[in-house]
C-alpha cells in the first residue's frame, strides 16, 4: 500500500481535464454546483482511478454491495463541503477617528507651554517657541498614541502607575490638609498632569470595529472549493474502513494454505538434515508455489532510466528521482494476480 502524500499529486495531475471542464461551466451557485460535482463525477472517478492503481481493496471486489455502500457514504460526505462565507465584514481593532487628532492637540499644547519660556529666554521671543513646541508637540503626541495603542502591556503598566500615582496624590492632599501646609497651586498642577495623562492613555486604547470585506470572486472561490473538494474526495475513500487489513485478536493466526507449508516443511527437514542442496532447491521450490498462487516480486536493473511506469509499483527511497534519473531496487514491489499488495523501494544513484 503506497502512501497518501504520493497519491495525491497523482490524483491532482489525473483531476486536472475534470476540473477545467467543470469550471468551464456557467455556475449556478458556487457551493451547490462543487457538492454536485463531487457527488456525480469525482466519487465514482476516485473509484475507478483507485482500482487502476492497484489500491482496491479485495472486499470491494469479492463483495459489489460493499462497494455501492461506500460510494454512497462518500457521497453523501461531499455534500457537506465547506460553503463561501456570507460575511461581509472582519473584525479589526484600530483607533477611534477623533484619537490621533485630540492627542496632536494635547501634545501642540504641551509642547507651547514647555518652549514658549525657553524660547523667550533664548531669543528674548516666544513667537518661535510657541511655534516650534506647536509642531514638535503634535507630532510627538501623535506618535506616542499610535506607539502605545500597538503596546497593550506598556499601556496597562502605565494605567495602574496613574492609579497608584493618584491614590498617593490623594493621600497626600489630605495630610497636606490636615497639618494646614496645603497649596491649591501645586494640586491644581498635579490634577491637570493626571487629568492629562488619564485622557492620553484613553485616547491610545484601540476599539473593536466592523470593517467590511473586499468583495467575493465567485470564479475564484469556485475553483477552490473544487481543489477542496478533489482533496476531500481521495482522502475520504482511502480513509474508508473497508480499505483497512483486518486485524484479527490476539493468539489467533490464518491458516497457511497446504502448497506453502508442504514447501517450508520440505526446506525444513532438509535443512534438518543437512543436505547441502536444500536451501537452494526447496526455497526456488517456495517461490515457485507462491508464484503459482499468483504472487510475482517485480525488481529494476540497476541503472535504469526512472519512468512513470515504476510509479505504479514502488516508491522513492530518501529522495524522489526525476524522469530519466538512473535508480536501484532497494525492496521489490509484490503483486498477486497483477494487484499491488506491496510497494517497492528505488533509490536514486548519482549520475556518473
Given at each position: 500500500?503506497?502512501?497518501?502524500?504520493?497519491?495525491?499529486?497523482?490524483?491532482?495531475?489525473?483531476?486536472?481535464?475534470?476540473?477545467?471542464?467543470?469550471?468551464?461551466?456557467?455556475?449556478?451557485?458556487?457551493?451547490?454546483?462543487?457538492?454536485?460535482?463531487?457527488a456525480?463525477?469525482?466519487?465514482?472517478?476516485?473509484?475507478?482511478?483507485?482500482?487502476s492503481?492497484?489500491?482496491?481493496?479485495?472486499?470491494?471486489?469479492?463483495?459489489?454491495?460493499t462497494?455501492?455502500?461506500?460510494?454512497?457514504?462518500?457521497?453523501?460526505?461531499?455534500?457537506n463541503?465547506?460553503?463561501?462565507?456570507?460575511?461581509?465584514?472582519?473584525?479589526?481593532?484600530?483607533?477611534?477617528?477623533?484619537?490621533?487628532?485630540?492627542?496632536?492637540?494635547?501634545?501642540?499644547?504641551?509642547?507651547?507651554?514647555?518652549?514658549?519660556?525657553?524660547?523667550?529666554?533664548?531669543?528674548?521671543?516666544?513667537?518661535?517657541?510657541?511655534?516650534?513646541?506647536?509642531?514638535?508637540?503634535?507630532?510627538?503626541?501623535?506618535?506616542?498614541?499610535?506607539?502605545?495603542?500597538?503596546?497593550?502591556?506598556?499601556?496597562?503598566?502605565?494605567?495602574?502607575?496613574?492609579?497608584?500615582?493618584?491614590?498617593?496624590?490623594?493621600i497626600?492632599?489630605?495630610?497636606?490638609?490636615?497639618?494646614?501646609k496645603?497649596?491649591v497651586?501645586?494640586?491644581?498642577?498635579?490634577?491637570?498632569?493626571?487629568?492629562?495623562?488619564?485622557?492620553?492613555?484613553?485616547?491610545?486604547?484601540?476599539?473593536?470595529?466592523?470593517?467590511?470585506?473586499?468583495?467575493?470572486?465567485?470564479?475564484?472561490?469556485?475553483?477552490?472549493?473544487?481543489?477542496?473538494?478533489?482533496?476531500?474526495?481521495?482522502?475520504?475513500t482511502?480513509?474508508?474502513?473497508?480499505?483497512?487489513?483486518?486485524?484479527?485478536?490476539?493468539?489467533?493466526?490464518?491458516?497457511?494454505?497446504?502448497?506453502?507449508?508442504?514447501?517450508?516443511?520440505?526446506?525444513?527437514?532438509?535443512?534438518?538434515?543437512?543436505?547441502?542442496?536444500?536451501?537452494?532447491?526447496?526455497?526456488d521450490?517456495?517461490?515457485?508455489?507462491?508464484r503459482?498462487?499468483?504472487?510475482?516480486?517485480?525488481?529494476v536493473?540497476?541503472?535504469?532510466?526512472?519512468?512513470?511506469?515504476?510509479?505504479?509499483?514502488?516508491?522513492?527511497?530518501?529522495?524522489?528521482?526525476d524522469?530519466?534519473?538512473?535508480?536501484?531496487?532497494?525492496?521489490?514491489?509484490?503483486?498477486?494476480?497483477?494487484?499491488?499488495?506491496?510497494?517497492?523501494?528505488?533509490?536514486?544513484?548519482?549520475?556518473?
Amino acid at each position: 500500500m503506497t502512501r497518501l502524500e504520493l497519491c495525491c499529486r497523482d490524483w491532482r495531475d489525473h483531476c486536472e481535464v475534470l476540473l477545467r471542464g467543470f469550471l468551464q461551466e456557467s455556475p449556478e451557485s458556487a457551493d451547490r454546483s462543487v457538492r454536485r460535482w463531487a457527488a456525480e463525477t469525482l466519487v465514482p472517478e476516485c473509484f475507478d482511478w483507485m482500482k487502476s492503481q492497484g489500491l482496491w481493496p479485495k472486499i470491494w471486489t469479492d463483495r459489489p454491495s460493499t462497494l455501492e455502500t461506500a460510494k454512497s457514504q462518500i457521497r453523501a460526505a461531499s455534500q457537506n463541503l465547506t460553503e463561501p462565507s456570507p460575511t461581509s465584514t472582519t473584525k479589526r481593532m484600530e483607533l477611534a477617528p477623533w484619537s490621533v487628532p485630540a492627542a496632536a492637540a494635547m501634545g501642540s499644547f504641551v509642547g507651547m507651554l514647555a518652549c514658549a519660556p525657553l524660547s523667550l529666554i533664548l531669543t528674548g521671543d516666544r513667537f518661535m517657541g510657541l511655534t516650534l513646541g506647536g509642531i514638535g508637540g503634535g507630532a510627538l503626541g501623535s506618535s506616542v498614541i499610535a506607539w502605545l495603542a500597538s503596546r497593550p502591556r506598556i499601556r496597562t503598566a502605565l494605567e495602574a502607575a496613574l492609579a497608584a500615582g493618584g491614590a498617593m496624590s490623594l493621600i497626600g492632599a489630605l495630610w497636606s490638609t490636615i497639618t494646614g501646609k496645603a497649596r491649591v497651586g501645586s494640586w491644581i498642577q498635579s490634577a491637570v498632569l493626571m487629568l492629562g495623562c488619564t485622557l492620553l492613555l484613553a485616547l491610545s486604547r484601540p476599539r473593536l470595529v466592523d470593517v467590511p470585506n473586499a468583495p467575493i470572486d465567485r470564479s475564484e472561490t469556485r475553483r477552490l472549493l473544487a481543489l477542496q473538494a478533489v482533496d476531500l474526495v481521495l482522502a475520504w475513500t482511502w480513509a474508508h474502513p473497508d480499505r483497512q487489513p483486518v486485524v484479527e485478536a490476539a493468539g489467533e493466526s490464518a491458516e497457511i494454505p497446504s502448497v506453502f507449508l508442504d514447501a517450508m516443511t520440505h526446506l525444513k527437514c532438509g535443512l534438518q538434515l543437512d543436505d547441502p542442496n536444500a536451501r537452494e532447491v526447496y526455497t526456488d521450490e517456495m517461490i515457485h508455489q507462491y508464484r503459482l498462487a499468483g504472487y510475482e516480486w517485480h525488481f529494476v536493473a540497476n541503472g535504469s532510466a526512472f519512468d512513470e511506469a515504476m510509479r505504479a509499483l514502488f516508491d522513492p527511497f530518501s529522495f524522489t528521482p526525476d524522469l530519466g534519473d538512473p535508480v536501484r531496487t532497494i525492496e521489490p514491489g509484490i503483486t498477486v494476480d497483477g494487484r499491488c499488495v506491496k510497494r517497492g523501494k528505488l533509490q536514486r544513484l548519482r549520475k556518473s
